[in-house]
């Protein structure tokens, strides 16, 4: 049925998993899913808690504070607590165990819920000079694909869903933008978003291995040839 309503195949993927590992836990634990309660949920979060990371031994310190990171944790939830709505709109159950963190309006300051599992937000991690220095070495060995895939992602600020499903009559070169495909965004919002010079010139313009170049891009590359030419006289 999501696959009809046009969600990601990543997204449908990655809620399955999910609620797999959950009816694993209740089958181990010899729990009918169809009847568990907070306390069964609450056995499934703390075993996701206590989980080794696939990461191993490297692992210094992860926002849970164990093996998952808290994204991670709330991600696996959301498919339980759909699970248990798809229950509730068919009449098998009164109450979903997972429940949603509310807000209640009060007298003076209000009251809020938390969820099962408490949201923290961190900021978001802003590598030194020397890491994007190390991050450039790297990828300055890698191919023109792949260098031209990491510009065009720090440029525009992409997705990786995003990056992975451009298409050549998503870009124009003429204006240096890019075109995000409604149908490829995590909001499901069209935008167009530019990109810099040095990211256009990364671009096989004039054609490479095997690809033949496009006319719209060396018309771009002939006018800016000769803009700069009208510069420098």
Request: hydrophobic share 35%.
């Amino acid at each position: 049925m999501w696959t009809d309503l046009g969600r990601a195949p990543r997204t449908i993927d990655a809620y399955a998993r999910g609620l797999a590992a959950y009816l694993l836990i209740c089958e181990r634990d010899d729990v009918d899913p169809m009847t568990a309660g907070r306390l069964h949920v609450a056995a499934f979060v703390k075993d996701l808690s206590t989980r080794p990371s696939r990461r191993g031994a490297n692992v210094v310190a992860l926002d849970s504070g164990a093996g998952l990171a808290n994204a991670t944790l709330q991600q696996r939830l959301v498919p339980v607590r759909l699970f248990y709505d798809y229950l509730i709109e068919e009449g098998l159950r009164e109450s979903n165990p997972v429940g949603r963190g509310r807000y209640t309006p009060g007298r003076t300051f209000g009251s809020h819920e938390r969820g099962l599992v408490p949201r923290l937000v961190k900021l978001p991690w802003i590598p030194s000079e020397q890491q994007w220095l190390d991050l450039l070495d790297v990828v300055r060995e890698e191919s023109a694909r792949n260098r031209v895939m990491l510009a065009l992602a720090y440029d525009a600020a992409l997705r990786r869903e995003e990056l992975c499903s451009l298409r050549t009559d998503d870009v124009d070169p003429a204006h240096r933008t890019l075109r995000i495909r409604a149908e490829t965004t995590k909001t499901r919002r069209e935008r167009v978003v530019p990109y810099s010079a040095p990211t256009g010139w990364c671009q096989p313009l004039d054609g490479c291995q095997g690809l033949s170049a496009v006319p719209a891009q060396r018309k771009a590359r002939r006018e800016y040839k000769n803009r700069v030419s009208a510069l420098t006289l």
